[in-house]
């Protein structure tokens, strides 16, 4: 291996390791014993590609891509690559209520009773670190431009299911730019009790039940049913800016089938969207039991397992104004 690689020029060396992925281009360096400059710039240029991809994050955009990196290409891109692997990030002074227990878990819990009073404080000016706001938006390492499909699966468990309710919701966030101004409108489903909601800049939104109370339909079953594990909730969102949300009961460690809402139609959402992403909206102040959400699937088209229906109908529920 050595030999082949002393055959080859500077730029013909860096030409090659351009097209190589880290640990290809990691191995062709332990064989080589000279002409470290080449690799450096080879490992500086996966290391600008890994802060590209990064840029599409809204966590890193916001803060900058400020995260302190070492001098040397190839352990920055090693520090890049597990931020990379990193699909949520919850803010540290959340910690009593949100808290980040893995790359892809997030446990939430109910606010303490003596800290409900600060709640008001942080929604008139009051400081941010003393509790999550009522409102608590988690985006997700997901998403994409104007023109870009995605999709997201959770799967939120808990002892008492119904005691989660609407505390937990999978959604969308659309980024539009007006006169200026960055805009942002959330889309965002609640698994258990099956509505959506639309967030509009402000408090004011709107809410629909396209799908029932998982809740309500098991006190209402004349027959008991199994008891759900958990449950699975999925959300596409397609090139045109169409989305379309769906939930299936998982029951002694089985999913079942998925029921869908039906697509919502791109021209209910901002027509000027510049970006989109995942997140995960959570309303602690109705949790009223510890609850786990899971990420258990990322990617630019749904699991086969959770594939949209191939006559799927519009969404054609009741909207309804709704004040958050």
């Given amino acids: 291996m050595a030999s082949l690689l002393q055959s080859f020029d500077t730029c013909t060396l860096h030409g090659v390791s351009s097209f190589l992925d880290p640990h290809s281009l990691g191995s062709i360096e332990a064989a080589a014993a ?7 710039e080879s490992w500086k240029t996966l290391r600008m590609a890994a802060e590209q991809r990064l840029m599409c994050r809204p966590w890193w955009r916001k803060q900058g891509g400020r995260l302190a990196l070492p001098t040397n290409h190839k352990h920055a891109l090693r520090e890049l ?17 949100i808290r980040k227990r893995s790359e892809t878990v997030i446990e939430i819990k109910p606010r303490l009773a003596e800290s409900v009073s600060t709640v ?18 988690v985006p997700l390492s997901i998403g994409g431009g104007r023109w870009d499909t995605f999709a997201v699966g959770v799967q939120l468990a808990s002892k008492c299911l119904g005691c989660v309710g609407e505390a937990c919701l999978l959604g969308a966030d659309f980024m539009t730019v007006r006169q200026g101004q960055e805009q942002v409108f959330t889309v965002c489903f609640s698994p258990m009790s099956g509505r959506v909601f639309v967030k509009f800049p402000g408090n004011l939104g709107l809410v629909a039940h396209p799908l029932p109370n998982l809740v309500a339909a098991a006190d209402a079953a004349e027959v008991e049913s199994p008891e759900m594990d958990a449950v699975e909730a999925f959300m596409f969102v397609s090139a045109s800016g169409s989305i379309s949300f769906g939930r299936r009961r998982i029951v002694g460690g089985e999913g079942g089938n998925v029921e869908w809402s039906g697509e ?45 229906p191939t006559s799927q109908h519009t969404f054609d529920s009741v909207w309804q104004n709704h004040e958050w």
Avoid: Y
């Fill in 81 to 97: 690559a597990a931020q990379l692997k990193s699909l949520v990030r919850v803010p540290d002074s959340w910690i009593d209520c």
């Fill in 264 to 308: 919502l139609p791109q021209e209910f959402l901002p027509p000027l969207a510049v970006e989109k992403n995942a997140s995960l909206t959570f309303q602690i102040d109705k949790l009223m039991e510890k609850a786990q959400i899971s990420i258990t699937w990322a990617g630019q088209m749904l699991p086969i397992s959770a594939a949209l």
């Fill in 34 to 40: 000279f002409d470290h400059c080449c690799f450096a």
């Fill in 120 to 137: 008001g404080g942080v929604h008139q000016g009051g400081t941010e670190d003393i509790a999550p706001p009522a409102i608590a938006t």
